[in-house]
């Protein structure tokens, strides 16, 4: 049926006529979102400013105001938490950037082609692995009978223990997650090179241009717009980049100093001890940022780039 | 054409930074099987140092599937897991995204927002576990499926390319009498294949190598997933090093065979993805770039 009724009110209700069908079955994707994906919302508003007892639950347990952000900010740990949230995500963010983008470049120069598809299928494989494979991979390779110390121990070097000294947690952290994303970050950066036109290479390349002077004049200002969008995208991540589920692996008590971020204190110390006021207070507090974050970084991401989630 | 002076600098330099890159990233794999395939007598009468087992064995497999039935138990766990979560996850996003890609679907507006807003705020941790938990599925196996079904980043992918699909075939079906419910599964679902194997494939590797939200709320051990084992078993290796340091580091009989254990379940837990994995780089491409940039 076609509604083409001029009065809009009859109009809609027709359509809604039309799509009866649809709503109803949206009611149990819509319910489920309700359920969980909303009412944790609430659940986290009330917790925040209440003292939560298992007696009183989510309803009946006392308002206490701002007591258990004044709990968090007043306890240095928080400001140790927060530290090592933004340094992990930077560190995330900037140290993946960069390779990403210079393996798109070098895999889009590549004139072998056969080892581009070989390259390509081989670097993306790893973005699939679960944390804890990866984990299980860095631990074959890094703990006291791995690879390295094997190795070290065969030249006569001492065995030096990468897992437990809080020295090499970010490294590992940082270069474990470079190796399982450094070729799935090309993808983006290749697909915007694909669509340069191939005529502006060879143009340079009868002018005499070089290599790196067609990367500086042609390459680069063609993936400029998706460095921007990547970037200024980063912007709304600079929280939520530090990886709970990566870290939750990586961590040990030993290294809490510089290795304990929001999410692993709020399963931790939230969720394991029970605290679930102060924990419903912390990732408030980080959702909160995080929203304004991604929002401010959408805005910039349309305004520069052009494009954006919405 | 034949590469000289710089050109042939520059194409030398790339190939080998690349061939070093696939060799770091390569490597790691192939020691991962091959300890798995060693023979803990082996490992210390080589010397520890060795990559190629030259006598090859399945025992670790083979204990795995033998002694410890937890494991194939687990297995099947994830399995069913990345079957019905798919399923119904996959299921809810496509309508979803039909929903939010109609112009002419009174109410598309707010739940548009109501989607949107799911990727940008989230509930936290904790009140998501009280929420399971009121909802009845603490230690249940539907705790895994059911609190993770919506999936907003999916939905606006889905939107994306719903709303991209060619309109006169729409229009035509409509005129041919067609209701929106027939529209939805003879019209757009059979012109959206390529986005329904991507985020099918996708949300089935993310159910397969889920672990964390089964460590919050799965508490029987016959309800534990592949991942979430593994990572416990991590975590004992931990306990245990940390409690007896000395004696475990000379342990070496027992910690080799709980290293080729370990490596033969992690090389079961990457067996999936690889099978998958062909038909994921056939799509994901596709699914990456309608997700990242809006048309």
């Keep these: ?310 | 054409m034949k590469l000289r002076g710089s050109e042939l600098v520059y194409q030398v330099f790339i190939f080998i930074f690349v061939l070093l890159l696939v060799v770091v990233c390569f490597f790691p794999l192939l020691y991962v099987v091959c300890v798995s395939l060693t023979s803990e007598a082996e490992w210390i009468e080589r010397g520890k140092l060795m990559l190629i087992p030259l006598k090859p064995t399945l025992s670790a497999y083979k204990k795995i599937f033998t002694v410890n039935a937890s494991l194939i138990g687990s297995l099947g766990i994830s399995a069913i897991r990345t079957i019905i979560g798919t399923s119904f996850s996959l299921s809810s996003t496509l309508f979803l995204g039909y929903a939010v890609s109609r112009r002419d679907m009174p109410g598309t507006k707010p739940l548009m927002f109501l989607v949107l807003f799911t990727v940008l705020f989230n509930g936290g941790l904790i009140p998501t576990f009280l929420v399971v938990k009121e909802a009845g599925m603490y230690n249940t196996f539907w705790s895994m499926v059911i609190p993770n079904m919506v999936n907003g980043w999916n939905i606006l992918v889905c939107r994306q390319f719903f709303s991209n699909l060619p309109y006169d075939v729409e229009e035509a079906a409509q005129i041919d009498g067609v209701g929106k419910l027939g529209m939805f599964f003879r019209i757009i679902l059979p012109m959206s294949l390529a986005v329904i194997a991507s985020l099918g494939l996708f949300t089935a590797v993310n159910h397969w190598n889920a672990w964390f939200d089964a460590m919050v709320y799965i508490k029987t051990e016959t309800l534990k997933p592949l991942q979430l084992v593994l990572y416990q078993m991590h975590k004992d290796a931990n306990l245990s090093a940390a409690a007896n340091d000395f004696e475990s580091l000379t342990d070496s009989v027992a910690r080799s065979s709980s290293r080729s254990l370990r490596m033969a379940l992690t090389v079961i837990g990457t067996v999936p993805i690889l099978c998958v994995y062909p038909f994921l780089q056939k799509y994901f491409v596709k699914g990456v770039y309608t997700g990242a940039v809006k048309g």
């Design chain 1, 1 to 310: 049926m076609i509604c083409q009724s001029t009065v809009k009110r009859n109009r809609t209700l027709c359509r809604m006529k039309d799509y009866r069908w649809i709503y109803l079955i949206l009611m149990v994707p819509i319910a489920n979102m309700l359920l969980f994906r909303y009412y944790p919302m609430l659940v986290q508003l009330l917790l925040s400013f209440k003292n939560y007892t298992i007696k009183g639950g989510i309803w009946g347990s006392v308002w206490v105001g701002l007591e258990n952000f004044q709990k968090l900010f007043a306890s240095g740990q928080f400001g140790t938490l927060l530290v090592n949230t933004l340094r992990i995500s930077l560190l995330q963010i900037v140290i993946n950037f960069v390779p990403s983008v210079l393996l798109a470049i070098f895999l889009f120069d590549l004139a072998y082609s056969k080892m581009r598809s070989i390259a390509q299928s081989i670097l993306y494989i790893p973005h699939f692995f679960s944390w804890v494979v990866v984990y299980n991979i860095v631990s074959v390779i890094f703990s006291n009978t791995g690879y390295i110390n094997l190795i070290r121990e065969s030249v006569g070097l001492p065995s030096v223990s990468y897992m437990m000294d809080s020295s090499f947690f970010l490294p590992l952290l940082v270069g474990s997650n470079l190796w399982k994303s450094i070729g799935w970050g090309t993808i983006l950066y290749l697909a915007a090179l694909t669509s340069i036109d191939t005529e502006l290479f060879d143009v340079a390349k009868i002018d005499g241009a070089g290599p790196l002077q067609r990367i500086r004049y042609i390459t680069l200002p063609g993936i400029l717009p998706v460095m921007v969008f990547t970037m200024t995208m980063s912007l709304g991540r600079v929280f939520s980049a530090a990886n709970t589920e990566q870290i939750l692996l990586f961590y040990g008590p030993a290294n809490y100093s510089v290795s304990d971020v929001i999410g692993t204190w709020v399963y931790r110390q939230g969720l394991g001890q029970l605290q679930y006021s102060l924990g419903a207070a912390v990732s408030l507090f980080e959702s909160a940022i995080g929203l304004c974050l991604v929002v401010l970084s959408n805005k910039a991401a349309n305004k520069f780039a052009h494009v954006g989630i919405w």
